[in-house]
Every structure is written in C-alpha cells, then in structure tokens.
C-alpha cells in the first residue's frame, strides 16, 4: 500500500488548497517511489512531511500554531489534510487491522482505474476543537466522509512511518523499535524464521521456563498465584487465577539489541560523533535495500514509508552519492520522501524516473511545482541540468552544454549558421557582437542572445566586448529558449 496523493488546505505556510501528486514504485524500477523536495529554506518542503505524520497520528502541537497565517488580514478557522493510499490496500487491511474493525476499513476501499483506493481526511476547525482526533474514512459510494466507532486508534497502528528529522540525533535511527529502519530490517531477516528448527527449539524452551509445571522458575510463579487466588477467593469468591506466559513475537527480542562502533574505541553508535552515526545509518539504508529487494514474495508486510530530512547532513559528498543509490534501490518496493539541498541527491541517471518537487516563497505564501525529470541529453543529468531543474538557477555550464547539443544535433558548423538555424525558430538576432582581429576591433554584427553569450564564454580575451556583458536575466531568458527549442 502506498500514498499516491494528499491534498492540504491552509496548514502552515500553504494558503488554499494544495494538490500533490506522488511517486509510487512499480518493484521493478529504481527511483520509482523516491520523492525528492527541492526549494529554498522555509519554503514548506518539511510541511509535507508534517502533514502525512498529522494524517496518521494527528498532532501534540498546538492547532493554532497549524493555521495559515500568511494573509494577517484574512482570518482562517480551520486547515485539513486529505491522503489518498493506493496499492494492495485490502492486503495491508487483512493484514494488519484487528479483526473486529477490518470490515470498517475494507468497506471504505474503492476502485478506481483498476486499482484500489483508499481516501482518509483529518482537520481542525476553531468550533469543533475536538474533530482533530478523529480520522474519517471516505465513502466512495454515498459520496461522504464519516469517522466508524472505534477506528482512530487502529488506524495509527495500521502503517509505519519512519521519520528522520534534520535535527534528529542519528543515534536515534540505531534503535530496534517497530517503525525504525533497525527494526524493519530486523524484521525482514526474521520473516520465516519462525519455521526453522533453530526457532521451534527456542520457542519449546521458552514455554519450558515460563509455563511447563515442572520448572524451578513456574515453581515460584505458582507461589504468587497461589498467593493471589486465596486471597481473591476469600474476598470475592472461588475463581482459579494463574499466568499465563504468551510467546513472544519474534521482533520483540529485538528492543534490547544496540549497535556498538570500533574504530579503536568501542562503544555504543551514539557516543560516536554524527558524521559516523550518519555513515552507519548510510550502511542500515545499504543493507535494507538489499534484503528487501529479494523479499517481493513474502506475505503482505506492513506498510512501511521513509521520510528522510536534509540526508546529506553530516555526510561527505561521495557519501551523499551513495546514499542516493540506495535510496534508489529502496525506492524499488518502498515510498521514500526526502528533503534535500544537496545537487548530489540529484545526480543519478535514474533520476528521470523519481517525482521531483519544486518549492517556492511568495508573498509569505508557499507554492510547489512538479519538475520534469526527462533527461536534456545523452549524457544527463549534469551538474548544469540539475541546478536549472532543480534550483531554477541558470549556469554558464548549462548554457554551454545546450548550444553546444543544439549546435550538434542539427549539424550546425558554424556560429552564423547557429544564429541563422536560431533565426528560423523565430529567435532574433537582437544583439551585437564585435570580433577582434590582432587585437584591432572588426565591424560589429548582429547577432542572437544565444550566440553573443557564447562568444562571451569562449572569448573573455575579447576587451572590446568587455564593456557590454550580458545579464544574469538574459543568460537565464537564453537558456529558457534553447531548453524550450530542444
């Protein structure tokens, strides 16, 4: 199961209503459910992450200090967020829901395009304070949402997300809790385990020690019942009264497990400075993928989504790098969202196959925009790309690479011959460029955008045209043009 779009209204730095589609895998594609979110600081690209942790769990904060305040002269009473799943939902309901409210979830799932859907929605409104706990399901059928009897606590234990915060200590992420990446990847070596001689032998001596009669250990128990059922008998009546020593789940042993670092000096991960905690968070990421890459038969897991902020903290660019790879492999069979500011989270040629998120600032206002992934060149994605795409930024780098690529592409030898090509795009020649010849000034001549930045680039010896450079807007106005061209 799998989040495939969220719609939010006046949560935070986003006024109105927000659509967001994203990527979900496909099992077989690298990147295909990795969503990257680009943009300047405070331009709400962790807001997202906020917004799916408030549709599962609700929140601790203080409404208020959820709403919108963008317009101080509009007062708003109420925000909401909307997340569709997608996927196997009625597989992660049988799965994972308990039994007596399953039929509530299961009710609620619909078809749509050959798949199933599943939609929820969780708001606040200044005159139904309360409202904020429930969770309501979404009826396709009558066309309405209602919260069931008993559901809001179920459906907080019916998915996992796994957070990692840019100012998480990464010591946390060492942990062997249900929803950390220790624990899920605990729990995927495990999955089958439990049918293993190893573990039936294990699983005999446990009920050996805690509920076989004849143990020293039961020996003692049975004091204390005996204890508590005359006592209890005295007092309220003959009952029999006794412990009864469940088996354990198997991820359970693994809450005491803790990863010690030797580099010399051994000791736990957290005394470890945060660049090597991070790199040890970097190999759990390397190794998860790898194992759950070769799980795609197993029983329906739990749902299980990564929400991974600023990765690059603390981590060296070749670091980064591979980070991204594995981030690429998860992304296969797993939804991944990641907050980045780093052009080497955005460096891989799989790139074209992630969502890829711009988010701007306007008027205290945030915005975002879907960018196009598909690769400009052979060659893609280069550093020059990135920026453009991801950054909005226009770099001399790219400008080169795209005059260079068109000049290539349409078997153009010479520097007329771009400007007379860019002519018949409907390009102008709206510039002059001035040669010089032994260092004697030529006869100025027309010239494109396109061509007059390049002659710039390729000849900063040129001192006549050292006087009339061009401007940080018409490098980007001339990149615009020839990316629209190719």
């Given at each position: 199961m799998?989040i495939?779009?969220?719609?939010?209204?006046n949560?935070?730095?986003?006024h109105g209503?927000?659509?967001?589609?994203?990527?979900?895998?496909n099992?077989?594609?690298?990147?295909?459910g990795?969503?990257?979110?680009?943009?300047?600081?405070?331009?709400?690209?962790s807001?997202?992450?906020e917004?799916?942790?408030?549709?599962?769990?609700?929140?601790?904060?203080?409404?208020e200090s959820?709403l919108?305040?963008?317009?101080?002269?509009?007062?708003?009473?109420?925000?909401?967020?909307?997340?569709?799943?997608?996927?196997?939902?009625?597989?992660?309901?049988?799965?994972?829901?308990?039994?007596?409210?399953?039929r509530?979830?299961?009710?609620?799932?619909?078809?749509?395009?050959?798949?199933e859907h599943?939609?929820?929605?969780?708001s606040?409104?200044?005159?139904?304070?309360?409202?904020?706990?429930k969770?309501?399901?979404?009826?396709?059928?009558?066309?309405?949402?209602?919260?069931?009897?008993?559901?809001?606590?179920p459906?907080?234990?019916?998915?996992?997300?796994?957070?990692?915060?840019?100012?998480?200590?990464?010591?946390d992420?060492?942990?062997f809790?249900?929803?950390?990446?220790?624990g899920?990847l605990l729990?995927?070596?495990?999955?089958?385990?439990?049918?293993?001689?190893?573990?039936?032998?294990?699983?005999?001596?446990?009920?050996?020690?805690?509920?076989?009669?004849?143990?020293?250990?039961?020996s003692?128990i049975?004091?204390?019942?005996?204890?508590?059922?005359n006592i209890?008998?005295?007092?309220?009546?003959?009952a029999?009264?006794?412990?009864?020593f469940?088996e354990l789940?198997?991820e359970?042993?693994?809450?005491?497990?803790?990863i010690?670092?030797?580099?010399?000096?051994?000791v736990?991960?957290s005394e470890?400075?945060?660049?090597?905690q991070?790199?040890?968070?970097?190999?759990?990421l390397?190794?998860?993928?790898?194992?759950?890459?070769?799980?795609?038969?197993?029983?329906?897991?739990?749902?299980?989504?990564?929400?991974?902020?600023?990765?690059?903290?603390c981590?060296?660019?070749s670091?980064?790098?591979?980070?991204l790879?594995?981030?690429?492999?998860?992304?296969?069979?797993k939804?991944?969202?990641?907050?980045?500011?780093?052009p080497f989270?955005l460096?891989?040629?799989?790139?074209?196959?992630?969502?890829l998120?711009?988010?701007?600032k306007?008027?205290?206002?945030?915005s975002v925009?879907t960018?196009?992934?598909?690769?400009?060149?052979?060659?893609?994605?280069?550093w020059?790309?990135?920026?453009y795409?991801?950054?909005?930024?226009?770099?001399?780098?790219?400008h080169?690479?795209?005059?260079?690529?068109?000049?290539?592409?349409?078997?153009?030898?010479t520097?007329?011959?771009?400007d007379?090509?860019?002519?018949?795009?409907?390009?102008?020649?709206?510039?002059?460029?001035t040669?010089?010849?032994?260092?004697?000034?030529?006869?100025?001549?027309?010239?494109t955008?396109?061509?007059?930045i390049?002659n710039?680039?390729?000849?900063?010896?040129?001192v006549?045209?050292q006087?009339n450079?061009?401007?940080?807007?018409?490098?980007?106005?001339?990149?615009?043009?020839?990316?629209?061209?190719i």
């Amino acid at each position: 199961m799998f989040i495939k779009s969220m719609i939010i209204e006046n949560f935070k730095g986003f006024h109105g209503s927000h659509n967001f589609n994203f990527n979900v895998p496909n099992g077989n594609t690298e990147g295909s459910g990795l969503n990257i979110f680009v943009g300047e600081n405070n331009s709400g690209k962790s807001t997202i992450f906020e917004c799916l942790d408030f549709i599962k769990d609700s929140t601790k904060k203080d409404p208020e200090s959820l709403l919108n305040k963008s317009n101080p002269s509009m007062a708003l009473n109420d925000f909401m967020v909307e997340v569709v799943y997608t996927g196997n939902v009625s597989g992660s309901v049988n799965a994972h829901v308990q039994n007596n409210k399953n039929r509530s979830f299961l009710s609620c799932i619909y078809q749509h395009g050959g798949a199933e859907h599943f939609k929820v929605k969780r708001s606040w409104d200044r005159n139904f304070p309360d409202d904020i706990k429930k969770i309501n399901f979404w009826d396709n059928a009558n066309g309405s949402y209602s919260n069931p009897s008993g559901i809001d606590a179920p459906f907080k234990k019916f998915y996992d997300n796994n957070f990692i915060w840019a100012d998480t200590n990464p010591s946390d992420e060492s942990k062997f809790g249900a929803s950390t990446i220790c624990g899920s990847l605990l729990k995927e070596i495990a999955l089958g385990h439990t049918n293993t001689p190893e573990y039936q032998n294990f699983q005999s001596s446990y009920h050996g020690l805690f509920n076989n009669p004849a143990s020293l250990l039961r020996s003692k128990i049975a004091q204390i019942e005996n204890q508590v059922q005359n006592i209890f008998s005295s007092q309220f009546g003959m009952a029999n009264i006794s412990f009864s020593f469940e088996e354990l789940q198997i991820e359970n042993f693994f809450k005491t497990a803790s990863i010690i670092i030797d580099d010399g000096v051994s000791v736990p991960m957290s005394e470890k400075g945060h660049g090597m905690q991070r790199a040890v968070a970097l190999a759990l990421l390397q190794v998860y993928a790898n194992i759950t890459s070769n799980v795609a038969n197993a029983a329906v897991s739990k749902p299980f989504y990564f929400f991974i902020d600023e990765p690059e903290l603390c981590l060296h660019p070749s670091g980064q790098k591979k980070l991204l790879d594995a981030l690429m492999v998860i992304s296969k069979t797993k939804q991944v969202f990641i907050t980045t500011h780093s052009p080497f989270m955005l460096s891989s040629p799989y790139l074209k196959n992630t969502g890829l998120f711009i988010f701007n600032k306007t008027n205290n206002s945030s915005s975002v925009t879907t960018a196009t992934t598909s690769p400009m060149f052979p060659w893609s994605p280069s550093w020059g790309e990135i920026s453009y795409r991801a950054y909005n930024l226009a770099t001399v780098d790219l400008h080169n690479e795209l005059y260079g690529y068109l000049q290539e592409k349409n078997s153009l030898k010479t520097i007329s011959d771009v400007d007379l090509w860019l002519n018949s795009q409907l390009i102008t020649s709206s510039k002059q460029w001035t040669r010089e010849k032994n260092g004697l000034p030529q006869q100025p001549l027309p010239t494109t955008l396109q061509s007059f930045i390049r002659n710039h680039i390729h000849h900063p010896e040129n001192v006549t045209m050292q006087a009339n450079r061009y401007t940080y807007g018409e490098l980007k106005q001339s990149i615009d043009q020839m990316v629209q061209l190719i």
